[in-house]
């Protein structure tokens, strides 16, 4: 079972990475967070500037359509990291319900955006686009293992 969860979390998680301008406008994340998917990935895909239009306009889509699941998802994120922090057992037992929950529909929503996404791309840039992901689950897995 603690397997099946932390194979959960890595893919949200790196679904989450994927996508991350979607639902960080607001800010709050480092690094790589506050990029767009043609921003993070469009050198690496070899984007045309019309599949970077595209991309962005769906982006923008999703974004709307799903604001309020997003807000809700930070902040069930963010209370759960803070009781980890705090080592507070019961409330982190208390969350861990609506943490999965957030987090199965996070993948659920964050996948279907994805398939949109990439049946923009050309061949080359799938098997691409399929590497990127297998690379990022390998350092999500790595970091995994060193929580």
């Given at each position: 079972?603690?397997?099946?969860?932390?194979?959960?979390?890595?893919?949200?998680?790196?679904?989450?990475?994927?996508f991350t301008a979607i639902a960080q406008q607001g800010g709050g994340q480092q690094g790589g967070a506050n990029q767009t998917f043609t921003q993070r990935y469009g050198q690496q895909l070899n984007l045309t500037d019309?599949?970077?239009?595209?991309?962005?306009?769906?982006?923008?889509?999703?974004?709307?359509?799903?604001?309020?699941?997003?807000?809700?998802?930070?902040?069930?994120?963010?209370?759960?990291?803070?009781?980890?922090?705090?080592?507070?057992?019961?409330?982190?037992?208390?969350?861990?319900?609506?943490?999965?929950?957030?987090?199965?529909?996070?993948?659920?929503?964050?996948?279907?955006?994805?398939?949109?996404?990439?049946?923009?791309?050309?061949?080359?840039?799938?098997?691409?686009?399929?590497?990127?992901?297998?690379?990022?689950?390998?350092?999500?897995?790595?970091?995994?293992?060193?929580?």
């Open positions: 079972m603690n397997k099946t969860r932390w194979s959960c979390l890595a893919v949200a998680v790196s679904l989450l990475f994927a019309d599949q970077k239009k595209q991309i962005d306009e769906m982006d923008a889509k999703f974004q709307k359509n799903n604001a309020e699941f997003l807000e809700s998802y930070q902040k069930t994120m963010a209370e759960f990291r803070e009781a980890r922090q705090a080592n507070d057992t019961a409330k982190l037992d208390a969350l861990r319900p609506k943490v999965d929950a957030a987090r199965a529909e996070m993948t659920k929503l964050r996948g279907a955006h994805e398939e949109k996404i990439a049946a923009t791309f050309t061949d080359d840039q799938k098997a691409q686009w399929t590497k990127i992901k297998e690379e990022r689950e390998a350092r999500m897995k790595e970091r995994a293992q060193h929580q």
